[in-house]
């Protein structure tokens, strides 16, 4: 690049020229630096949108990742050991063995613990069943008597064999006969005391309304399914009758039971706690869209107190249902989610993480990109 002055013209220069030639040159210097600061901050800024943004692509990576890993992939949750998800129509294909042999009395019905295998250990496992019949072969008519020398066979030992059979549920009528007395002479009258009816005018039986509960609740049975399989046996029970049974011995007879049960946890210093989502059908004054709750509470090995599962229905999930449950009487450990409500509890009770809870948080974040942006709200 050529010079703008040749060295002959700056030495003729006077000063005043000189003065302005600086001047000018320090003012174009100025607009220069002035220039390059404004391309630093506008890198400077572009930067950081680079990096905001390449941290909003991140976040929205992994919350798409997480939300088909919810959707479609295997869920985290385990199983306890031993226990796996029930298969409604290829169970029995899939558990099949062929080839396996067929297990002997001590393993269809073992007892609660292993001992050294012992003479009569298989009569001992199924003492607690009842020998209902008993097949005998023995020989008959000609075969009686030896071929070889015509003489009549002696028994000299007995080969027994149990084997265990199933007989289907059946129904039996009891029919209860109340005599009334009467005085010849005075003409008094006396009936005897009888146990007083399940439900009065009612022919349902504790046996009976019990079997229904626990196919419903236990086995996980519809009434409706239960009504068909009524009307196999030719029992004619419908399902609205056997709804008004379940809902009047749960009032009149475990209500009691459950108030007893409340009493006994209350006591105990370390409680767990969730509630779920339920829909009532028929709930009054409410859409069949509406979500109501399902209060659960518990106690376990370490409460103090006997093992029993308490739920309490609620229309709402509002923060007063726990409290009014646990009031004035619970106080110490109380193991919960994050759910805020558990955490406004009175000051006597300590609210206590979950660790299923937190394992989950861990869960999710294993595999997802962690990225540190250049603003504190993104850090």
């Known amino acids: 690049m050529d010079p703008i002055f040749t060295g002959e013209q700056l030495n003729r220069m006077s000063r005043e020229d000189m003065l302005s030639l600086l001047k000018i040159m320090q003012e174009h210097r100025q607009k220069q630096e002035e220039t390059l600061q404004k391309q630093e901050t506008r890198i400077q800024l572009l930067e950081e949108k680079t990096k905001e943004l390449e941290f909003l692509n991140a976040m929205l990576s992994d919350r798409l990742a997480l939300a088909q890993r919810k959707?479609?992939?295997?869920?985290?949750?385990?199983?306890?050991?031993?226990?796996?998800?029930?298969?409604?129509?290829?169970e029995a294909e899939q558990?099949?063995?062929?080839?396996?042999?067929?297990?002997?009395?001590?393993?269809?019905?073992?007892?609660?613990?292993?001992?050294?295998?012992?003479?009569?250990?298989?009569e001992e496992d199924l003492s607690s069943f009842e020998t209902t019949e008993v097949i005998e072969y023995k020989l008959t008519g000609d075969d009686r008597y030896c071929p070889d020398c015509n003489t009549k066979y002696k028994?000299?030992?007995?080969?027994?064999?149990?084997?265990?059979?199933?007989?289907?549920?059946r129904?039996?009528?009891?029919?209860?006969?109340?005599?009334?007395?009467?005085?010849?002479?005075?003409?008094?009258?006396?009936?005897?005391?009888?146990?007083?009816?399940?439900?009065?005018?009612?022919?349902?039986?504790?046996?009976?309304?019990?079997?229904?509960?626990?196919?419903?609740?236990?086995?996980?049975?519809?009434?409706?399914?239960?009504?068909?399989?009524?009307?196999?046996y030719d029992l004619n029970l419908s399902t609205k009758t056997m709804a008004h049974w379940i809902i009047q011995c749960?009032?009149?007879?475990?209500?009691?039971?459950?108030?007893?049960?409340?009493?006994?946890?209350?006591?105990?210093?370390?409680?767990?706690?969730?509630?779920?989502?339920?829909?009532?059908i028929d709930e009054p004054d409410q859409k069949g869209s509406t979500q109501n709750w399902m209060w659960v509470y518990l106690t376990d090995e370490y409460s103090g107190s006997p093992r029993m599962v308490l739920f309490?229905?609620?229309?709402?999930?509002?923060?007063?249902?726990?409290v009014e449950f646990l009031g004035d009487q619970f106080e110490g450990y109380f193991t919960c989610d994050g759910y805020q409500a558990y955490h406004s509890l009175p000051e006597r009770i300590a609210a206590t993480g979950c660790m299923a809870h937190a394992r989950r948080r861990f869960d999710e974040r294993s595999g997802v990109t962690i990225y540190?942006?250049?603003k504190p709200e993104f850090r």
């Open 71 to 90: 959707r479609f992939g295997a869920s985290s949750e385990k199983y306890a050991d031993g226990y796996t998800q029930l298969s409604l129509f290829n």
């Open 95 to 122: 558990e099949a063995e062929p080839d396996a042999p067929e297990p002997d009395l001590e393993e269809v019905h073992p007892s609660s613990y292993k001992r050294k295998k012992r003479s009569g250990k298989k």
């Open 155 to 169: 028994v000299v030992t007995k080969e027994s064999v149990k084997r265990l059979k199933f007989i289907p549920a």
């Open 171 to 232: 129904f039996e009528v009891v029919e209860e006969v109340t005599c009334v007395y009467s005085c010849p002479k005075c003409g008094g009258m006396k009936r005897p005391e009888k146990a007083p009816s399940l439900l009065k005018g009612s022919v349902a039986t504790p046996s009976l309304v019990a079997g229904i509960m626990n196919a419903k609740y236990v086995n996980g049975m519809p009434l409706a399914r239960q009504e068909r399989e009524f009307a196999r």
């Open 250 to 280: 749960a009032g009149r007879y475990l209500q009691p039971l459950y108030d007893l049960m409340k009493e006994e946890l209350l006591r105990s210093n370390y409680l767990h706690g969730d509630e779920t989502r339920i829909q009532v």
């Open 312 to 322: 309490q229905y609620e229309r709402t999930r509002a923060g007063y249902h726990p």
């Open 372 to 374: 540190m942006g250049t």
